[in-house]
């Protein structure tokens, strides 16, 4: 599951480059002057920061409770209801 976790990981950050990329070439055809072409750095904190994979009980996921496996929650998943987040 950790391998999995990381290849996850390791594709999306290959594909925020190519999707930044994409988007320089892009402004630079529509005109656009001053863009560079050197990758945007992000020092991500608090709730921007990345998860910690290496610590993570429960993989997120967006795909709904119907598709959700190995959530890992006291109590589990709770149906149909909201409920506060508690930290």
Known sequence: MRRAVSDIANSARANNEQSERIIQQ??????I?????ELVSVDARG??????WGSLKSP?????YERTENF?????????????LRG
Request: hydrophobic share 45%; aromatic share 2%; glycine share 20%.
């Open 26 to 31: 892009l402004l630079a055809e529509a005109g």
């Open 72 to 84: 890992a929650s006291p109590g589990g998943a709770v149906v149909g209801s909201m409920l506060p």
């Open 47 to 52: 709730a921007e920061a990345p998860a910690d």
């Open 60 to 64: 997120e996921n967006y795909v709904g």
């Open 33 to 37: 002057d001053g863009i560079g072409d």
